[in-house]
Nanobody, 122 residues
């Protein structure tokens, strides 16, 4: 069964950093794309980053230059390094996949995890 589990969220001050992790199971990570999206109260769902084998990686304009997506296929884990965090980055962050071969970033998705809360506040 396809499963994704996010972790690494927390409370940070503006300008701080966090590294989120997404551990996947039920499929071979390097065959499929992984999308990070976020949701916050009163805001629409936003796709913020995506990684797949063909590339290139995708970043939303709101996070370009601050966030970096990477993967460790041996550990079945995708990471999202978040630097220079600002209050507007406060949201629940999810990783997701469409579980389709050869699809491009960011595209659609069918599976996601429980999310991890990121709060940026002084």
């Amino acid at each position: 069964q396809v499963q994704l589990v996010e972790s690494g969220g927390g409370l940070v001050q503006p300008g701080g950093s966090l590294r989120l992790s997404c551990v996947v199971s039920g499929f071979t990570l390097d065959y499929y794309k992984i999308i990070w999206f976020r949701e916050a109260p009163g805001k629409e769902r936003e796709d913020i980053s995506c990684i797949n084998s063909p590339g290139p990686n995708y970043y939303a304009d709101s996070v370009k230059g601050r966030f970096t997506i990477s993967r460790n296929n041996r550990k079945n884990t995708v990471y999202l390094q978040m630097n220079s965090l600002q209050p507007e980055d406060t949201a629940v962050y999810y990783c997701a996949t469409d579980h389709l071969l050869g699809s491009s970033c960011p595209g659609r998705y069918r599976y996601w995890g429980q999310g991890t809360q990121v709060t940026v506040s002084s």
